[in-house]
């Protein structure tokens, strides 16, 4: 039997059931958490001006009901599947800048806590246990040349080389493997919410500010 397709006039009176097959925003999410964020600039004569900096996300709820009239579901800290929006409790960044005249440079430490995997492939027909997903540490580090500081040409006005390189030690994600790369958000054995597969990336940048 056919489920989906327009039904004719003369069809009408034989319809038995009508399905919706459009994606419904059904699900309520109840959330509760704190926000920190803090900087200290640290100028000096000599060396420079220094700024140090930190943001993190502690997560104290999350519940989510899938369907009116149903009961809260606990997600927090579990691993995000298709019909759930699981946050990590933890996630933060901190590092410190530097500037003296037209160099500039920094680093920053990216933090994401460790989580539960709460849905484990099948291997030959057996469930494989859940288990916990580490936390992933990762290190970035950037180096700016601001040219129009050291040249008048008004044509150098707002110009900037960058140099940015993340994930400097080359980490790899940690090894999730979930039910949730099978017709999910993800694919592989990582859990690409919460990391990436790429590895150590450099990227450099000119740009102009008009």
Sequence with gaps: MNLTGNVLDS??????AILDLRAQNATTTRQQG??????YAAPTTS???FMLSGTATYILLSKQTP????PEVDTLGLINTVVSNSPVRWKG???????KGVV?????????GSYYNNAPITIL?????????????????????????????????GLRLSMILD??????????LSTIGVGGFDSGAFDGNNADPYGRRLTVALTKAF
Aim: overall charge positive.
């Design 67 to 70: 369907i009116q009239g149903l």
């Design 104 to 112: 500039s440079a920094g680093m920053n430490v990216n933090y994401i």
């Design 125 to 157: 027909g057996v469930r494989q246990s859940p288990s916990t997903v580490p936390a992933w540490k990762t290190l970035d580090v950037h180096i700016g040349l601001d040219l129009d500081r050291q040249n008048s040409v008004s044509a150098l006005k």
């Design 47 to 49: 060396l420079g001006d």
């Design 34 to 39: 704190i926000d920190f964020s803090a900087s």
């Design 93 to 99: 960044r901190a590092g410190v800048d530097w500037r």
């Design 167 to 176: 994930n400097v030690t080359n980490k790899n994600p940690p090894i999730v």
């Design 11 to 16: 069809q009408v009176c034989s319809v038995q």
